[in-house]
C-alpha cells in the first residue's frame, strides 16, 4: 500500500511540473492575421434617412514580439475596398504582452458605422456615390485586411466575404 501512495505523488508531482513548465507561444515577428466573421452582410448606404447601424467585421491575430500598436499618431489597421482601392485605416490601443516571449494573440473588431460617407454605394454610371440611385438599387464589395506593428512589420492579407451595400 505504501508504495501505491508514494507512487501516486510522484503522479501528482510530475503533472504539476508538466504544467508549470510550459512555454511561450512560438509566433512569427511579424503579425498573422486570420478574417472570422462580419455580424452582417448586407447594410444600408450611410445618408442623412438611413436607420443608423454599425457594419463589424472581426479579425484574429498573433505576433511573436508583441509589438502591435503604436503610441505615436501612426496607424495600425487598413482595411481596402475593392471597388476603388480606398483605404480605411484605424489605429490600435496599446496591447498588453502575455508572458515572458511576449508573443500576443487575440481577436480585434472593428467597427464601421452606417454614418453618411462611410459605407456609400458607388455607381457604374458615374452617378455621385452615396446618393440614392433607383437604377442601381446594391452594391456589393469586400475589404481587404492588412495589419502594421510598431516595428513597420505588414501582416499577411486577409478579405472579409461580400457585403451588399443597400443604396435606397
Same mark, same amino acid.
Given at each position: 500500500?505504501?508504495?501505491?501512495?508514494?507512487?501516486?505523488?510522484?503522479?501528482?508531482?510530475?503533472? *504539476? %511540473? !508538466?504544467?508549470?513548465?510550459?512555454?511561450?507561444?512560438?509566433?512569427?515577428?511579424?503579425?498573422?492575421?486570420?478574417?472570422?466573421?462580419? $455580424?452582417?452582410?448586407?447594410?444600408?448606404?450611410? $445618408?442623412?434617412?438611413?436607420?443608423?447601424?454599425? %457594419?463589424?467585421?472581426?479579425?484574429?491575430?498573433?505576433?511573436?514580439?508583441? #509589438? %502591435?500598436?503604436?503610441?505615436?499618431?501612426?496607424?495600425?489597421?487598413?482595411?481596402?475596398?475593392?471597388?476603388?482601392?480606398?483605404?480605411?485605416?484605424?489605429? =490600435?490601443?496599446?496591447?498588453?504582452?502575455?508572458?515572458?516571449?511576449?508573443?500576443?494573440?487575440?481577436? !480585434?473588431?472593428?467597427?464601421?458605422? #452606417?454614418?453618411?460617407?462611410?459605407?456609400?454605394?458607388?455607381?457604374?454610371?458615374?452617378?455621385?456615390?452615396? *446618393?440614392?440611385?433607383?437604377?442601381?438599387?446594391?452594391?456589393?464589395?469586400?475589404?481587404?485586411?492588412? *495589419?502594421?506593428?510598431?516595428?513597420?512589420?505588414?501582416?499577411?492579407?486577409?478579405?472579409?466575404?461580400? !457585403?451588399?451595400? =443597400?443604396?435606397?
Amino acid at each position: 500500500m505504501r508504495q501505491l501512495i508514494n507512487f501516486s505523488w510522484l503522479v501528482i508531482l510530475t503533472g *504539476l %511540473l !508538466i504544467t508549470g513548465c510550459s512555454t511561450p507561444p512560438d509566433y512569427p515577428n511579424e503579425p498573422v492575421i486570420e478574417y472570422l466573421r462580419m $455580424n452582417k452582410n448586407a447594410i444600408a448606404q450611410g $445618408n442623412q434617412n438611413a436607420q443608423p447601424d454599425t %457594419l463589424k467585421i472581426t479579425f484574429g491575430f498573433t505576433d511573436g514580439d508583441g #509589438n %502591435l500598436s503604436s503610441e505615436s499618431d501612426s496607424m495600425d489597421v487598413f482595411l481596402t475596398d475593392s471597388r476603388d482601392g480606398f483605404q480605411t485605416t484605424f489605429k =490600435l490601443p496599446i496591447l498588453p504582452t502575455q508572458g515572458v516571449g511576449n508573443g500576443i494573440s487575440g481577436e !480585434i473588431t472593428v467597427k464601421i458605422p #452606417n454614418t453618411p460617407f462611410q459605407i456609400c454605394c458607388t455607381y457604374p454610371n458615374g452617378a455621385p456615390a452615396c *446618393l440614392p440611385n433607383d437604377q442601381f438599387p446594391t452594391d456589393e464589395f469586400y475589404f481587404t485586411i492588412q *495589419l502594421r506593428d510598431r516595428a513597420g512589420n505588414i501582416s499577411n492579407t486577409v478579405q472579409t466575404e461580400p !457585403i451588399t451595400v =443597400l443604396c435606397n
